[in-house]
């Protein structure tokens, strides 16, 4: 089919359309679909598009995914994705990404991630980020973190903080920061908070700040 012909084509035809044939359309056929077209493809139709059928996929077309279709997504699909794809997930789905998917993004892709797709994290999608991840992440991104999820952080995590990063951390996350992992922190990470953030500390957090 024509790219023409492709774009007039009714919704119910497309859902109609088998696995295979749409697996034969060019990335630029599937980039070419509008929203509602590309929404009507069956969720199964979208987990079988080939990584270059994923890299044409408009930012609009990702923004509309619902979770269904974006649940058939393999790892190797989303590995496909570039920084401004993963960036146009809802918060919803790029939270729902398994510990698997998380924990394979790529620097590049990392830093696509918006702010609120980083306050959408949990504790265990945080936890599927690897160390070299979470160093990639930019300050904004660590500021974003719920303070659940800085609350629940063990002493390894706490260690994949880079000292770049200690000055993001808001005054409310650092109220939920455990004397447990402020004294786990190595020297160059004491280093790095601010004299507002120590200033906002309670006394115990101080005691560990000092190492007391």
Known sequence: LATNQLSAL?????????????????????????????????????????????????????????????????????????????????????????????????ATQLKGVTISQMTGLTSTSFSGLTATEVGTLFSTQIGALTTTVIGTLTTTEIHNLQPSQIPGLTLSQIAQLTTTNISAMDATQIAAFTTGQVQSMNAAQVNAYLGY
Do not use: M, Y
Not at 42 to 48: D, F, I, L, P, Q
Not at 66 to 87: M, V, Y
């Open 10 to 106: 009714t919704t119910t035809s497309l859902g109609n359309l088998a696995t295979t044939q749409v697996s034969g359309l060019t990335a630029a056929q599937i980039g070419a679909l509008t929203n509602t077209a590309f929404a009507a493809l069956t969720s199964t139709a979208v987990g079988a598009l080939t990584t270059t059928q994923i890299g044409g996929l408009s930012v609009n077309q990702l923004k509309g995914l619902d979770s269904t279709r974006f649940g058939e997504l393999k790892d190797t699909q989303i590995d496909a994705l570039g920084s401004a794809q993963i960036g146009a997930l809802s918060a919803t789905n790029f939270s729902n990404l398994d510990t698997t998917a998380l924990g394979a993004l790529n």
